[in-house]
């Protein structure tokens, strides 16, 4: 397996994932390289497809990150392990979308096992992550998902679903485009869609409302079932760019 995380910057800090059993994570000095701390996890996990987020709750500032073995939280000042949860491991070994996180409480998911969230308690000095709900059925394709206010917005391998994030109750589900990966910007949600095409969609937890759909030209050919459109959409200066293996698209949307 080869790296594919986007490294956390915290202050003066570079946190990363190397995996395995003496740096499972690790913070280096962002300007030298030199280790400030590693934690050396007791399964020593493997590095999944995910990035490291940072969270505040329970009464510390941890570093949060989705593990093949499932998702962990270590303390961001020390590299002290504090918690795991173990329900987000992947049937097909390739634990994927970042986490998402709010309010103490942390949504991740992984491919063909479903998705959840854990609430972060103070326990006994450290912190316990209390399983609040977890379904097979839930947002868990590679597209990832986002949290607008009090609602999580993603994808399963069939439809779009929006869902009240502290409580897993799903408000609606529409086919859409299928899997998707998803970003948000200016009150909307940009899917870049499995089979290519993309879509604008309105943040409502009423309904799914598409403002506009179109597939971008000449898209290269897969060579298999597995060559899929992968990459997240970005918006930067107005400017909406989709990229697919060794084509990348560029739409003015100021």
């Not at 996990?45 to 962990?72: H, N």
């Not at 609430?119 to 450290?126: A, E, F, H, T, W």
């Not at 937890?205 to 298999?224: A, V």
Request: proline share 6%; charged share 20%; with cysteine.
């Amino acid at each position: 397996m080869a790296y594919s995380e986007s490294p956390l910057i915290v202050g003066d800090e570079l946190i990363c994932t190397p995996g395995g059993a003496e740096a499972t994570l690790a913070a280096l000095n962002k300007k030298t390289g030199e280790t400030i701390w590693k934690c050396p996890l007791p399964e020593g996990d493997e590095a999944a497809y995910a990035s490291a987020i940072l969270v505040e709750a329970a009464g510390a500032k941890q570093v949060v990150q989705l593990l093949q073995k499932g998702l962990v939280g270590v303390d961001a000042a020390s590299g002290k392990f504090l918690w795991r949860n173990s329900k987000p491991i992947s049937r097909f070994n390739a634990n994927i979308p970042t986490p998402v996180a709010g309010d103490g409480v942390v949504y991740a998911a992984s491919a063909g096992t479903g998705g959840g969230a854990v609430k972060l308690n103070p326990k006994d000095g450290g912190v316990e992550a209390e399983q609040v709900y977890f379904d097979v059925k839930m947002p868990a394709a590679i597209g990832g998902a986002v949290k607008i206010g009090d609602y999580l917005y993603g994808t399963t391998a069939q439809a779009m679903q929006c869902l009240e994030f502290a409580t897993g109750k799903v408000t609606w589900q529409e086919r859409a485009l299928g899997a998707a990966a998803i970003c948000y910007a200016d009150d909307r949600l940009y899917l870049h869609a499995e089979n290519g095409d993309v879509a604008l969609v309105e943040c409502s937890p009423e309904g799914y409302r598409e403002k506009g759909r179109f597939t971008p030209p000449d898209q290269p050919k897969g060579g298999s079932r597995q060559d899929k459109a992968w990459a997240y959409p970005v918006i930067a200066d107005g400017r909406l760019y989709i990229r697919d293996r060794g084509s990348l698209w560029c739409y003015a949307v100021k």
